[in-house]
Structures are given as structure tokens and as C-alpha cells.
């Protein structure tokens, strides 16, 4: 990756773990509330095996850089070649439905707000949120760098914001539908994964989701972190569900059905959880 990706891209402040250079480098420690307190997340480096799925430790200005890259489909910021245009540009055609957030490319999400489509994807590692998002064929991307665990409460937030600065354009708000008892009843259970699980139970014409933290990360012994406050939730259809409190405000879940029609999965921040009961 350092060779084939970060030095032609002149990514100079770009680095994996482990590696000695970040100590003598400036850089932000993830914080976590618990309560009324804010504690400096521990430990914050992933293992190594991790590093092939999002390990990379990027300054806010190399993050510019990669997403420029795409943006010129393969050039780098001298305008020498480093990928082909057609692979490049592979890379945002759409593999497969995501639901509620859109498609999935290699390994962009692509979605249309108002007309405008736009390919991103966030990340995140303990007490750190992050967002990168593009506008093909234009020369706008958002780069978005949080030290804190609930850090996606304004990546959102300032995503839709600049595109609507820049384009004029706002996404509709979802429209919650009455929802029966039944479809309360048939929505509420135990969903579970081995990192977290969510509990959502009937509360008036809504739900009320509460979520389970396990630990896990970023070692397999790491306890579990601060669980989230409950989150109101409406039913927006039958297999779709609106949370209406931060720090999950505005984010869409989706129900998953097996082949008999009941629901088999939820999926919520881009994690699938199985339902257990």
C-alpha cells in the first residue's frame, strides 16, 4: 500500500501501525463520554491484521489528496498517471443495494441527494470518527475528521450542509407512517452481533431503541465502552425505521426478512445484527 498507493500519491503524512514516525508526529487521541466525564480512549491502535480494512492513519490534508485522485480519475496531484481511468472509475459503479443508504461500489457508497450523487464513506476506530465524501465529475469533496466517539452526530450534519451550500439541493425528510401494534410488535426484539446489540421495544406510535455495547475492539479483550443513550425511533415503511435522537439522529435502519417473510436482521450504522428473540 505505502508503495503502491501513498508514495505516488505524495502521501507523506499517511502511515499503518505500527509505526514508530506517529509518536514524533502531532496527532489527536479519541476521546469517549461516560457520563458527565470525557476520557482519552485506551487503547487506540487496532491490530495489524486490521490495517487491510481501514488501518490507515491519514492527515486531514492526504485524505484531500486521495479524494483528488479520484476525482481526476487516477491522476495524482502532479498529473502523472498512477491508475487507469477505467479502474478508477469502476470503483463508484454500483454492486449492490445498501437499503436506506444507497448502493455500494468498491468500497464507495453512492448515493443521490436531490439530484446530485455523491460517493463516500466514513470510518472509525475507538473514541474517532470519520467521513469522505465526493461529487464525481465536479471538484468538491468533504474530508471530516472527529477525536470523538460521537463524532457522526456532525459529519452528517455538515455533509448536507455543504451540498446544500453548493448545490441548492436538501434530501427530503423522511415521513414517518402510523404504525399498528402489529408492526410495532413485529419490529421490536433483541438484535445481536458479536460487537454490540440493540433492544427495540413498542413505546406509543414508536419505538424506543437502546443499544448493548460488548467490547471486543480494538482488542478481543477490550471491555465495552459507554452504551448510547435510548433513541426514539418512527417506522418510516414496513422495513424501514427513522432514529430521532443523537446520537443516532436521522440515521435510517433497515429490516432484513428471510424467505418466510418474518424479520431475520436489522441493519443500523452499517452493521448487521441478527435477531435473537
Request: aromatic share 8%.
Amino acid at each position: 500500500m505505502r508503495e503502491l498507493v501513498f508514495a505516488p500519491l505524495g502521501l507523506a503524512s499517511s502511515y499503518f501501525y505500527p509505526d514508530d514516525v506517529l509518536i514524533t508526529k502531532r496527532f489527536v487521541c479519541g476521546h469517549d463520554r461516560w457520563g458527565d466525564e470525557v476520557r482519552v480512549c485506551r487503547p487506540w491502535a487496532i491490530g495489524r491484521a486490521g490495517n487491510g480494512v481501514g488501518g490507515g492513519v491519514l492527515s486531514i490534508r492526504d485524505v484531500l489528496a486521495y479524494a483528488r485522485f479520484h476525482l481526476s480519475s487516477g491522476l495524482n496531484g502532479s498529473g502523472d498517471r498512477v491508475m487507469g481511468r477505467e479502474a478508477v472509475e469502476s470503483m463508484r459503479a454500483p454492486q449492490i443495494d445498501a437499503g436506506s443508504r444507497g448502493s455500494v461500489g468498491l468500497s464507495w457508497f453512492i448515493d443521490e441527494d436531490g439530484g446530485v450523487t455523491t460517493v463516500g464513506h466514513a470510518g472509525a476506530t475507538n473514541g474517532q470518527q470519520s467521513y469522505l465524501c465526493m461529487v464525481p465529475g465536479d471538484e468538491l469533496a468533504i474530508a471530516l475528521l472527529t477525536n470523538s466517539d460521537s463524532g457522526g452526530i456532525i459529519t452528517d450534519k455538515l455533509r448536507d450542509t455543504i451540498l446544500e451550500l453548493f448545490y441548492g439541493c436538501r434530501a427530503p425528510e423522511p415521513e414517518p407512517i402510523p404504525a399498528t401494534p402489529d408492526r410495532l410488535a413485529e419490529a421490536s426484539g433483541y438484535y445481536d452481533q458479536p460487537m454490540s446489540a440493540f433492544t427495540i421495544s413498542a413505546d406509543g406510535g414508536g419505538v424506543t431503541i437502546r443499544s448493548e455495547p460488548r467490547g471486543g475492539f480494538p482488542k478481543p479483550d477490550s471491555p465495552p465502552g459507554p452504551p448510547e443513550p435510548p433513541v426514539r425511533g418512527r417506522l418510516l415503511t414496513r422495513d424501514r425505521i427513522l432514529c430521532l435522537d443523537e446520537p443516532r439522529e436521522g440515521a435510517i435502519g433497515d429490516f432484513i426478512r428471510g424467505p418466510d417473510g418474518r424479520i431475520r436482521f436489522l441493519r443500523l450504522g452499517g452493521r448487521i445484527h441478527r435477531k435473537i428473540r
